[in-house]
Nanobody, 126 residues
């Protein structure tokens, strides 16, 4: 069973930056380099939406609202996924979830991912 733990959320003013991390376990001795990974976000009362994905080859995709501001990356040696968020806007406020799937590539769709973290809150004030 894959466990995902997010960190790095918090409160920031508009225009600021945050870096989210997502560690996968079991860790040492096990690699998730062949997995596709992704970030999603959800606002209360709304559906979870895709933010960014990265496949096992390192190819990335982004939702239109975050293109040019967010950057997804992965460190396979550490089994860790990152989301660098710059130029944050109040509309980026949400619970952010990381996800993983054993397939090498996944679409920016919730149904494409098997494993999910518990989420980390990001709040952007104006």
């Amino acid at each position: 069973q894959v466990q995902l733990v997010e960190s790095g959320g918090g409160s920031v003013q508009a225009g600021g930056s945050l870096r989210l991390s997502c560690a996968a376990s079991p860790g040492s001795g096990y690699t998730y380099s062949g997995y596709s990974r992704g970030w999603f976000r959800q606002v209360p009362g709304q559906e979870r939406e895709g933010v960014a994905t990265i496949d096992s080859a390192g190819t990335t995709s982004y939702a239109d609202p975050v293109k040019g501001r967010f950057s997804i990356s992965r460190d396979n040696a550490k089994n860790t996924l990152y989301l660098q968020m710059n130029s944050l806007k109040p509309e980026d406020t949400a619970m952010y979830y990381c996800a993983a799937d054993p397939r090498w590539w996944s679409r920016l769709r919730e149904s494409d991912f098997r494993y999910w973290g518990q989420g980390t809150q990001v709040t952007v004030s104006s």
